[in-house]
């Protein structure tokens, strides 16, 4: 499958990696939008949110989980962050691959788009 995330899962592109375990990899974002910025998948490839069957549904808690482990780990788990999954074209999603965005180290802006 043509998937840039998939492809960084399987290490055929390499990324700097921050967690893996058997469900989830975490990785610096390409192109940061703010001094922490990284990007969260699942190993298994999902389109969209959207597409997530409800019985894969714990496997976003599990994200959640890893970007409050990575949040303390990159020391903004006091000033605060921002979690962020983007679903479909209105909702921003670029990579068609589920993907949660961890974002801090910056004062966010209060407008969500
Ligand atoms: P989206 O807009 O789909 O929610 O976010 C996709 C994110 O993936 C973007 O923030 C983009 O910078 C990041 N990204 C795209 N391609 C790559 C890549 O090859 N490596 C890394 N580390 N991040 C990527
Ligand atoms: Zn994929």
């Not at 990785?27 to 939008?33: A, E, G």
């Amino acid at each position: 499958m043509d998937c840039i995330f998939c492809k960084i899962a399987a290490g055929e592109i390499p990324a700097d990696i921050l967690h893996t375990d058997e469900e989830v990899i975490a990785f610096r974002d390409i192109n940061p939008q703010a001094p922490v910025h990284v990007v969260i998948i699942p190993g298994e490839h999902f389109t969209t949110l959207a597409e997530l069957p409800e019985e894969k549904s714990v496997l976003v808690g599990h994200m959640v989980h890893v970007a409050n482990k990575l949040a303390v780990s990159e020391g903004i788990s006091e000033s605060g962050y921002r979690v962020v999954i983007n679903c479909g074209k209105q909702g921003g999603q670029v990579v068609q691959h589920l993907h949660m965005h961890l974002l801090g180290g910056r004062q966010l802006d209060g407008n969500l788009g």
